[in-house]
């Protein structure tokens, strides 16, 4: 899987903006809370959408249900000024009922269908932990040098099971980035 630098850069942006909303200054966890009050300011937000697409998005978090990692994967390997637009990928994504008026009200900007685009993809990042050490991969530019014997031990595994240890292994090592043991 390859993550554009505009998707990469608006990852950490993304995760950030969730991580403010989590929790109050007293550590309480608020992020339903904050979330709910992020989407009655949508009328606001939507003059955001171009310039600060990650604050925008948040009030997408956990409306989507993905049905293709393949199209999503494609989707997050493309810069801003290539993206698919949404007619193209809405087959591919479920918005939850109660977002379905946040995307109309969205899809009625000049740049709506382009944001809903980012909007998911910040939002499939999000949702898989195995991204977030993909790309940590790609920043370093590591080589790892058991990586002959992890092509051959994946040989005879079909696409699910390759990519299932695929995510275990890079989940692994962002684990030791984040400064935890390696799990032998």
């Known amino acids: 899987m390859s993550i554009s630098p505009f998707f990469q850069h608006l990852r950490s942006a993304y995760e950030a903006e969730i991580d403010d909303l989590a929790s109050d200054s007293e550590g309480k966890h608020m992020l339903p809370k904050k979330l709910a009050e992020r989407r009655k300011e949508l009328g606001f937000l939507l003059s955001m959408l171009e310039l600060s697409p990650e604050m925008v998005a948040v009030v997408f978090h956990q409306a989507f249900r993905f049905k293709s990692t393949t199209a999503m994967n494609h989707l997050i390997s493309h810069e801003s000024e290539d993206l698919p637009d949404w007619d193209s990928l809405s087959d591919t994504v479920e918005v939850l009922p109660a977002a379905r008026t946040m995307v109309s009200q969205v899809l009625q900007q000049p740049a709506g269908a382009w944001f809903m ?67 032998d």
């Open 117 to 183: 685009s980012v909007a998911a993809a910040l939002e499939y990042m999000y949702g898989r932990p195995d991204s977030r050490a993909a790309a940590h991969s790609d920043e370093d530019d590591e080589e790892h040098e058991d990586s002959d014997d992890d092509t051959r031990e994946d040989e005879g595994l079909d696409e699910d099971e390759r990519e299932a240890r695929v995510s275990e292994k890079e989940g692994a090592a962002w684990m030791v980035e984040q400064g935890f043991d390696h799990k």
